[in-house]
C-alpha cells in the first residue's frame, strides 16, 4: 500500500487535517487575542481540508472497488 500514491495522497490530507485541529485546539487553550482574530478562520480551514480528505478517501473506495491496482 506504501507504493500506491492515491494512498499517501489520502494520509498525507488526513495527517494534514489533524495538524490543524491540534493547531485549532491549541490556540484555543491557550486563548488570547490571536484566538479571538483567527479561531474561526482555522476552524474553516480545517472544514475544507476535512472536506478534501473525504473525498480523496471516497476516490481511494471507489478506484479499488473497481479494480484498480
Known sequence: ????????L????CVTV????MFGIGT??????FN???ANKIMRW???????AILLILLF????RMGGQ
Open 1 to 8: 500500500m506504501l507504493n500506491d500514491p492515491l494512498f499517501i
Open 10 to 13: 489520502v494520509a498525507v490530507a
Open 18 to 21: 489533524a495538524a490543524i485541529l
Open 28 to 33: 484555543f487553550g491557550r486563548g488570547g487575542e
Open 36 to 38: 479571538r482574530k483567527h
Open 46 to 52: 480545517r472544514i475544507g481540508a476535512q472536506f478534501v
Open 61 to 64: 473506495v471507489f478506484v479499488r
